[in-house]
């Protein structure tokens, strides 16, 4: 095994660098992502562990983490403080615009790990070209001469030249100029969106010989010789909606690597799919098929369907995803039935989902321990929804072989909407993948029509759930005084009627991110306390303000915000009719006494007061869902877990992941084991531990949720610890009465509790 050592004891900042350690070329995926993430903790970078894929509440931008940069976008607009300037990880990502082409070439996928480095305000283009270079020769070991790197070009509409800094800093670390080549804005500049934090970015490309493609290929052609696995994102510029493009105040890094790909390239295999991290899936098809990758195109690509679907299937169930008709459910449930098909061409006849899972957890649990933790739900979802597609699939595909004969007997490459519509409500096939069997036959779907189709069904599905929900009730002899909701950072959704139906949320970013400091929350020791107006500034007709220290608690986690009021020297007391979160910061919204008269000063003193009776009604039903979620899992099994909440004063509603209608008996049992646990008065706790330390003792947390290294866990001694952010009482006989009123389908595999 060749030797490498770093070459500087310095970071390109200047900074001293821990004692540099050996570099091993490596033969196995683990030892690349261990590499990378070492490497950069040995150059002043804090190791940041991966995030959910399923995003934080606050991001509502995407289904699914799809980028490494994602859970960091906080401290890119300036939103959160990093906690530390400089910052490394390997991100699970999910992507489904390729879908199409997985299996069919050697490096798309959808799941895949993203390794990168980030520096916020620190190093720039200087810093992030010799990091790269330097991991890619002497961590990847790749040759330098076979690295290629492309710049951005210019852009007439940008009014932008060549990335000429860039280029001279290649040139400086000694990248010839004939491997130096220029694209444009569609290959390199990176922006989010329409408008925002952007810039030019450099990718790094390894050429892997002409027995890939031709010797005319070159980096950014449709080839397989040159293969991109390393892009560096250069953030320098803000774009607005009107077009000005004008230089950031704090320039950026952010770049992403994809581990496949590394492996791929440092294992010298054809496809991401012969590296140690994927073979095992493929030889499980093998075995399950009897047929062999590379045998033929059809039973190539098959294989790897299985082996990229298996395993990202797998991922987002243990990431709290589960299979339903509706977003990321949505997304799942398309993978799995994917693969299945793709079993049927293989001549599997045996259930083999959770075959593909179990192999999964084996290869990639070191690495993500969550993948063993919940070995048993995934199991249970890979193979209830297996078996739920497999009774009608015989009857789908004989509707779908006769729609494609009766377009060849009429001669046409149209398909009716309502032919997709069928398959897609009798018989579970996912749209997208109805269009993509169709155009493997020539034909084609109107999209138009099948839209208007859904909608349809849409509106009379939520018609009939109106409906059900008012009928719908559940009693066991047990009622209800206190009611509650579990919190972890969430947004309160819309039946709160929180502060965010009155003003808009943009305005109070704005408001509390310019203030220039932070509110301490004391609301966990306090209800009542004096501080000072830090900041106060009037919005359509409402006043926002911000205290220097607050007992309010900022809606967040299902759970409303506590309300209450502001007393002011004279005696007059403006009130309190939200509180907003932002970050870990939070504003008020004030309404002065009649609508109008003496509002708090700027700078004034003011006495804080909380609505005691709201609160403590409030910390009861938080509590009670708690308990909820403890006595479902422990009747319906493990794979329950908390799929949305809302808790206030007067009630709460718990949505769980689960298939099917819970029974009268079932619901009975709940709600007795709540109704005991109650009784019997167990402690409630609150404190800080270390988010490894909450993992070690099995506290739960929401899916989707980001957490940092330290975590706030709730323990109900011998019942139930989860990481929560919300409030709570002192013991469970402080909770009251406890009654389900109703029970019904929130979404697909989801159910709702109302108590």
Known sequence: MASITPRSATTHAGRPRRAPRTYNLFVNTAEIRETYLSFFEERDHRRMPSASLVPSAHDPSVLLTTAGMQPFKPYFRGDERPPHPRLASCQKCFRTPDIENVGTTARHLTFFEMLGNFSIGDYFKP?????ALELSTRGFGFRAEDIWITVFGGDDRLGLGPDQEAIEVWRAVGVPDERIVRLGRADNFWQAGPSGPCGPCSELYLDRGAAYGRDSDRPGDDTDRFIEFWNLVFMQYELFEDGRLEPLPARNIDTGAGLDRVAMLSQGVGSVFETDYFRPLVDLGEALSGRSHGADFETTRALRILADHGRG????????VVPSNEERGYVLRRIMRRAILQGRVLGIEETFLPRLAERTIEIAGAAYPELGREAETIAMWARSEEEAFLRTLEQGERLLGEIVRRAREGETSWIAAE????LHDTFGFPYELTRELLAEEGLEVDDGGFAELMHEARAKARSGRKHAAGSASVSAGVRASARGSKSSERAVDSAGGGAT???????VLDFARGAGFETRFRGYEATELETVVGALERVDGKLLAKL???PFYPEGGGQVSDTGFVELPSGRRPRVTGVFRVGDDQALELTPEDGGGEAPEDGGAVRAVVDRSTRLATMANHTATHLLHAALRERLGTHVRQAGSYVGPDKLRFDFTHSERMSTAELADV????????SEGHPVRALETTRDEAERLGAMALFGEKYGDWVRMVEVESVSRELCGGTHVGAT???GLFHITTETSSASNVRRIEA
């Open 419 to 422: 032919d997709a519509f069928r």
């Open 733 to 735: 006989t402080e909770v």
């Open 127 to 131: 810093g992030a070209v010799e990091y």
């Open 671 to 678: 709600e007795a084991r709540v109704a005991a646990w109650i």
């Open 548 to 550: 220097e220290e607050s």
């Open 501 to 507: 139906d009155v003003l808009d949320h943009e305005r």
């Open 313 to 320: 299937m797998t991922f987002l169930l243990a990431d709290g």
